[in-house]
């Protein structure tokens, strides 16, 4: 029986990851899937990890029709068993309503992946609505971890070197220490301080490593 499961966790514990395991497994067993995505760091029309795994997905824009598409699909004599669904935080919740539509009356297994709130500390819609119609929530296993070394729970955004906690909820960035706009996971207190790395201390650029600078 087909299942809507959300896989969810904070920013830097391996959402796209396993999202392109799934679709490989899935893919191993002879079924097909679709792949979706919305405002990936990597650009439109694709799934991106980063530890540098990506795949060609279908964006996901505010009008996209889950519902049409599956069943266009469908119609046209095209096999669909699986539908992979990327940041899906950035779905409306009109959009979700269709992917569970899409479970239940077309016996399709929808497995999104996404983070549950934004930078202030708020569910996204569409998190919000995956929430309350999932089959199942599942927790990642991969625990980033605050500069100060305890779980990481927060997403931070970090504008110009200066955490901020107002702004509009979408504003594409990275966790790069050289960006405009970027991100980091705080643990609860330190988002509550309003205290990124830096203002702590650390620097979280990594060391090089001890072949780096070899001569070739």
Known sequence: MAALTYFTGPMNCGKS???LQV???EASAGRRGLLFTCFDRGGQAVISSRIGLSA?????TPTFD?????TEELTSGHRVDYLVCDEAQFYTEAQVDDLSRIVDELDI????FGILTDFRTELFPGSRR??????????????PRCWCGARATHNARIVNGVMVVEGDQIAIG???????????????????????SKLGGVDLTPDPLPFDDAPA
């Not at 060609?56 to 996901?60: F, P």
Request: with cysteine; hydrophobic share 45%; proline share 2%.
């Open 17 to 19: 990851t396993l999202a």
């Open 23 to 25: 679709d490989y497994t």
């Open 56 to 60: 060609t997905a279908i964006e996901v």
């Open 66 to 70: 889950f519902w049409a598409h599956v």
């Open 109 to 112: 297994d929808a497995s999104c």
């Open 130 to 143: 995956l929430v309350e119609l999932a089959d199942r929530i599942e927790m990642l296993q991969a625990r």
């Open 174 to 196: 990275d966790m790069d220490a050289g960006a405009v706009v970027r991100y980091e996971v705080l643990c609860r207190r330190h988002h509550r301080l309003r205290m990124p």
